[in-house]
């Protein structure tokens, strides 16, 4: 069995959903840098591959037509830019991969290409960018549209742009720039090519003012889980990331990407699936375990509001609307313009729950469940990826329910060495750019 992928992912805790947590509130401002680093050096010492950082670009206002809820409790929206926060991470934390969101609906492909390109230079080669079309419709109104573009054009679009990004980023010849350079001249212009891209979307000249990064691009993440996203991310994602409910729903999805990324010409281990994962961690005992189930679930019910608002903003409709002890009433997902991949979640294993049960399981963002002692905890996780078939998974930091100050330290240092005594994860760095140490391959431009 291959080894197990293990990251974090933080799913817009860049941001102040800490704000009440004592733990952050007495030892952190969530605005200043320190926070972020100090995570970083806790994920190093499990070994943990990559983190990859979520973004929005706009306060969601699906749930009752206003912003309110998402500004009352520091929901989706209300983050830092993750482009400026990676560096900060990176000049302190030297081994792990750091990969940021950045959206082809709304980033020109030239700053994108060229903001990709320098972090890598400047990590050494650890950089992923997280491609996403953007499904927020209040982002489309700070960037001066009325509308998102249709799902699947978001998706078309995207497919030109990863077209664009790819051709700035091979405009330099590898050997291009003379190194050492010698006393008068820098680069063979020669080996330094526009790119004179037209699209149907896109128009750009080139080159790429920066020369080529250890990667020679970044490692590609996706998490599209619809039929068309699906389709997206087998063409060009490293890593996928999932989000699923049942072993069934996982291992159909680890199967389809598969099957796709092989015919699209690539081989299965080009691209990696991950599944996120919220673990209870109980600790040592199981007495400790069921006092903290407990108080978990409380959680989850006073945050029942806060739950309606991240399920508005996924489907992009308004839930309030909606009897809370009743089902969701069905949604036809072809009229949807964002989270088709979620309904099945919400009809939770086909005995649809009320509302209120999926707003609370949104808020406390719980997907395959990972409960027990730190010893039960690893077990699941090994039982899941071979059963599954996956690469690997992602611990999603969720700062409503869980003290990120103890919660991803106390996963790194009970449930990690676990893991690595069965021989399931790393126990060092090894050497090279993030993609060679995950064992990804460059697909050849010609493939798209």
Not at 44 to 51: T, V
Not at 216 to 234: N, Y
Request: glycine letters at 8%; hydrophobic letters at 35%.
């Amino acid at each position: 069995m291959h080894r197990m992928i293990m990251g974090l992912f933080i799913g817009y805790g860049h941001g102040p959903r800490g704000w009440d947590d004592p733990g952050l509130r007495d030892n952190y401002d969530w605005r200043r840098p320190e926070l972020y680093q100090d995570l970083a050096l806790v994920c190093e010492r499990g070994r943990l591959d990559l983190m990859i950082f979520a973004d929005i670009l706009g306060i969601p206002e699906a749930f009752r037509g206003s912003q309110d809820t998402s500004i009352r409790f520091g929901l989706e929206g209300i983050c830092h830019d993750p482009i400026p926060l990676i560096a900060m991470i990176a000049a302190k934390a030297e081994k792990i991969g750091l990969a940021s969101t950045l959206s082809t609906t709304f980033y020109p492909p030239f700053l994108v290409a060229r903001l990709m390109s320098t972090l890598d230079h400047l990590t050494r080669g650890r950089i992923g960018w997280n491609v996403v079309t953007s499904s927020n419709q209040s982002t489309a109104k700070n960037f001066g549209m009325e509308h998102l573009p249709q799902h699947d054009d978001r998706y078309d679009i995207a497919d030109e742009y990863m077209d664009l990004c790819y051709k700035l980023w091979s405009s330099w010849d590898p050997d291009a720039a003379t190194s050492p350079p010698d006393d008068i001249v820098f680069a063979d212009p020669a080996k330094v090519h526009r790119v004179n891209f037209v699209g149907e979307n896109f128009k750009c000249q080139g080159p790429l003012t920066s020369t080529p990064s250890p990667q020679g691009r970044p490692l590609i993440v996706q998490a599209g889980a619809s039929d068309r996203g699906r389709e997206f991310a087998s063409r060009h994602a490293e890593l996928i990331i999932c989000s699923k409910e049942s072993l069934e729903e996982m291992k159909e999805i680890v199967d389809d990407i598969k099957n796709r990324v092989v015919r699209n010409g690539r081989k299965e281990s080009d691209c990696r699936v991950l599944f996120t994962f919220n673990p209870m961690v109980m600790g040592a005992t199981e007495e400790e375990f069921r006092r903290k189930e407990k108080l978990f679930e409380e959680v989850g019910e006073r945050l029942v509001e806060a739950g309606l608002a991240k399920v508005s903003r996924s489907l992009g409709v308004d839930v309030s609307k909606f009897d809370l002890d009743k089902p969701i009433p069905h949604i036809d997902e072809s009229l949807l313009q964002s989270g088709r991949s979620l309904l099945p979640r919400y009809y939770s294993y086909g005995r649809n729950p009320p509302l209120r049960e999926v707003a609370a399981r949104e808020a406390t963002k719980e997907t395959f469940q990972v409960r027990g002692t730190h010893a039960a905890v690893a077990e699941r996780l090994m039982s899941v990826h071979e059963k599954v078939g996956c690469d690997g998974f992602l611990l999603r930091a969720n700062y409503l329910t869980k003290p990120l100050s103890g919660y991803v330290a106390d996963f790194v240092d009970n449930v990690i060495p676990i893991l690595q005594r069965e021989g399931r994860i790393q126990t060092e760095y090894g050497s090279g750019t993030l993609r060679e140490q995950l064992g990804t391959a460059i697909p050849s431009p010609t493939a798209y």
